[in-house]
């Protein structure tokens, strides 16, 4: 067998002995208990060996900005009234050098693909977009990028945003983004943001039902539109923390019109804990969209980071594993298969909503991590650290474990 390389002794999900990887032309070509070939090898260890994790809703380009601006109210509005005064001086190279730290840190905990929101509009201009056009190119060895143009302020009150999206999905961009909360007319701001995503054949993402009040929810009207326009499978939705709000069987209603319209949604538990639920004085609610309720009504459903280190997320370093963790402590899950669900959430479904192949078995990218752990739970559980990374069957870090001296 002709090979480039082998990951020996590694473990996989469900697996109860290790087994060897063989890899060529960047496929995963053998899984076998011992693999008698003429290659370089990299032994596991009998740690678990997972396909890659995916990042699927992150902004890059307002990464690392804490040193700009002073968090006052800690609020929602605070952050988009902010960021909006801030990305005015963005420049090209201020951009890339702040989503390129959080690109590297991501490689380093195992993401393989992420997607990335990119604000475009009169103060952003086309900055951002290039000097994220810059980063994916640039790392292109060892994460795949996607940039979705993004209105972030609206579009009904910015009528010279629409066009700047669309010169973006022109030159570019992979998909289109919009905010429904902040525009003065939710329902053409979603309308226009499908008129862009048919016109250009591409996928659409939403910012949508970002509060804690269960009335007014815009999703009714995005799977309308969804289906009206035949966009199923191809429409997905962050924050959705209204959800956490409604009653048992209103979500369950919803559910099903998510599941049949077959729309994503995203939980970003560390800016959604950060910026909801201050105005109460006890029990500070968890304002969490329930994710194990709609994945069990058939939705597809993950988690992601969504901002490192500003205004709306004060905190963070790009680590998939840590959030997945957040996101199992919040949800109450205990059990491995809870624990494995949430693993996928930031696996297997993440690449789900991006269309992505995943997982590890004969055929497949050679898009892999190694983690210090056993099983998927485990790793939930430990916040298991990243060993190694593989990207087309290319090592792209190695992170060798700590020993006490």
């Known amino acids: 067998m002709s090979l480039d390389f082998v990951i020996s002794n590694a473990r996989l999900a469900g697996q109860a002995m290790p087994v060897d990887i063989g890899v060529a032309a960047g496929r995963i070509v053998a899984i076998e208990p011992r693999i008698a070939a003429e290659a370089p090898r990299h032994d596991a260890g009998g740690c678990l060996l997972s396909a890659g994790l995916v990042e699927c809703h992150i902004h890059l380009d307002k990464?690392?900005?804490?040193?700009?601006?002073?968090?006052?109210?800690?609020?929602?509005?605070?952050?988009?009234?902010?960021?909006?005064?801030?990305?005015?001086?963005?420049?090209?190279?201020?951009?890339?050098?702040?989503?390129?730290?959080?690109?590297?840190?991501?490689i380093q905990h195992g993401t393989v693909a992420m997607r990335t929101f990119v604000e475009i509009d009169p103060r952003a201009g086309l900055r951002s977009f290039e000097a994220i056009k810059a980063v994916r190119r640039d790392y292109a060895h060892a994460i795949d990028i996607e940039i979705?143009?993004?209105?972030?302020?609206?579009?009904?009150?910015?009528?010279?945003?629409?066009?700047?999206?669309?010169q973006a999905l022109a030159d570019g961009a992979d998909l289109v983004g919009g905010c429904s909360y902040t525009d003065p007319d939710p329902a053409a701001h979603i309308a226009r943001i499908f008129d862009l995503a048919e016109r250009f054949g591409v996928a659409a993402d939403f910012h949508v039902d970002f509060d804690l009040d269960p009335a007014g929810s815009d999703l009714p009207t995005i799977i309308a539109e969804t289906e009206c326009r035949g966009w199923q499978g191809r429409v997905v939705c962050g924050h959705v923390t209204k959800l956490s709000a409604m009653s048992p069987e209103a979500v369950d209603s919803i559910a099903a019109q998510l599941a049949r319209a077959g729309i994503g949604v995203v939980a970003l538990p560390a800016t959604d804990l950060f910026l909801l639920g201050r105005s109460a004085d006890r029990l500070m609610p968890r304002g969490i969209a329930p994710l194990m309720r709609l994945a069990r009504a058939g939705v597809a459903t993950a988690v992601a980071s969504n901002n490192v280190l500003n205004l709306f997320t004060p905190y963070g370093d790009a680590n998939l594993i840590r959030?997945?963790?957040?996101?199992?402590?919040?949800?109450?899950l205990a059990g491995d298969a809870e624990l494995d669900a949430a693993?996928?959430?930031?696996?297997?479904?993440?690449?789900?909503?991006?269309?992505?192949q995943h997982g590890v078995a004969i055929g497949a990218p050679a898009d892999?991590?190694?983690?210090?752990?056993?099983?998927?739970?485990?790793?939930?559980?430990?916040?298991?650290?990243?060993?190694?990374?593989?990207?087309?069957?290319?090592?792209?870090?190695?992170?060798?474990?700590?020993?006490?001296?």
């Open 63 to 106: 990464a690392d900005l804490l040193g700009r601006s002073t968090i006052v109210e800690g609020t929602l509005a605070e952050a988009v009234r902010e960021t909006a005064r801030l990305k005015a001086s963005f420049t090209v190279e201020d951009v890339y050098a702040r989503a390129s730290k959080v690109v590297e840190q991501a």
């Open 148 to 166: 979705c143009a993004f209105a972030q302020e609206g579009l009904t009150n910015e009528r010279q945003t629409e066009a700047m999206l669309a």
């Open 323 to 332: 959030m997945a963790g957040l996101f199992a402590n919040l949800a109450q």
């Open 343 to 356: 693993f996928a959430m930031v696996g297997a479904n993440a690449a789900q909503l991006l269309n992505r």
């Open 368 to 405: 892999l991590v190694l983690l210090d752990a056993m099983s998927p739970a485990d790793a939930v559980r430990r916040n298991a650290p990243t060993l190694a990374g593989w990207k087309a069957g290319r090592q792209t870090f190695e992170r060798p474990a700590s020993r006490l001296l």
